[in-house]
């Protein structure tokens, strides 16, 4: 029985060694790796330096990064990110199938209490009534999987979201690009117009949604506006209402009426607080651009706007 027990506590150790030297060894490969593509950003131009505090892989493969402080030319200090996490990393391609990153908290290299920043109403407020001075409690995470035996398909999502005020949220979804040539152009900062029109003889959007979650942003901009202009609440909501429905009038020609009544609705209904307002399309024939575009260059050209949101399956909502 004692001998059962100590080769049981021998065995325990010698596994915990193993696993202790493969995250060792998981750790350098990361740091290999991640070093060498912040150095490929640095060649490209993207930022002028980057260091970090440390890197930890843990068993399930996710990656921990702490103050990631990205330079640029373009500011005269970095900008910190005090968490970042990589997860769902695909590494049996080379451009990765798979992939989720997900940040937490930005210093930035700016007294966000300066003077020159009290004049932008209700940011000033929050970030005043959270007491930051040179970071904001914000977190953002991007995802995307990409599937080349199903035509192409990839589905990526863009998450940001700040403590007490709210959550912007956009996703979509494409086919029949090939994963290296959507990475290529929405990489390159003048894509190739040719590259474009041939991608887009075959390339499918099949939805798109962008929404925003209240968690404070409309009270807080509600309260600000009636200490500014000392008008009730109530008032400065529909004095917003107001001024939204002057400028949908002057916008939409009157063949959109009936979706203007819906769209101030919605809106309406967003002010009251606490609501998610999600625009999104699903176009007809699965979004294929090449049967979708006739249709829609034909309904502007008889101004038939009403036909376009139909075609796009356009719809805005405030839940």
């Given at each position: ?8 506590a ?29 150095a ?16 930890d892989v ?55 209490q ?27 995470e991007?995802?995307?999987?990409y599937?080349?035996q ?17 959550n ?8 029949n690009?090939?994963?290296?040539v ?24 099949p ?15 509600i ?8 008008m ?27 979706f ?8 309406e ?36 706007f ?14």
């Amino acid at each position: 029985m004692k001998k059962g027990i100590i080769i049981t506590a021998g065995a325990v150790c010698i596994v915990a060694g193993c696993v202790t030297f493969a995250q060792i060894k998981a750790n350098e490969y990361a740091k290999t790796q991640l070093d060498s593509y912040l150095a490929k950003l640095k060649t490209q131009g993207v930022i002028s330096q980057a260091n970090y505090q440390t890197i930890d892989v843990s068993l399930f493969g996710s990656v921990e990064l702490t103050n990631l402080a990205l330079h640029s030319a373009d500011l005269p200090e970095s900008i910190t990110l005090q968490k970042v996490t990589i997860s769902d990393f695909d590494v049996q391609h080379d451009i990765p199938h798979s992939m989720k990153v997900r940040l937490e908290g930005v210093k930035l290299p700016i007294n966000l209490q300066d003077e020159k920043f009290n004049h932008s109403g209700v940011f000033a407020e929050y970030v005043s009534n959270l007491g930051y001075t040179d970071q904001l409690p914000l977190t953002a995470e991007v995802q995307y999987q990409y599937d080349a035996q199903n035509a192409h398909t990839y589905t990526s999502s863009l998450d940001i979201g700040l403590t007490q005020l709210g959550n912007y949220h956009i996703s979509a979804t494409t086919k029949n690009i090939p994963l290296n040539v959507l990475m290529e152009l929405t990489a390159n900062k003048t894509p190739n117009q040719a590259q474009i029109a041939s991608v887009l003889q075959t390339a499918a959007l099949p939805n798109l949604a962008i929404s925003f979650k209240d968690e404070g942003a409309v009270s807080t901009y509600i309260n600000i506006s009636a200490k500014e202009t000392g008008m009730a609440q109530q008032k400065v909501k529909a004095r917003v209402n107001e001024v939204l429905a002057m400028q949908a009038d002057m916008l939409l020609p009157p063949q959109l009426d009936a979706f203007k009544v819906q769209l101030l609705a919605e809106i309406e209904s967003f002010m009251d607080g606490n609501k998610t307002l999600k625009v999104s399309i699903n176009p007809e024939h699965q979004g294929e651009v090449n049967k979708l575009q006739p249709e829609v260059i034909a309904a502007l050209m008889k101004q038939d706007f009403a036909n376009i949101i139909k075609l796009l399956k356009l719809e805005i909502k405030a839940s």
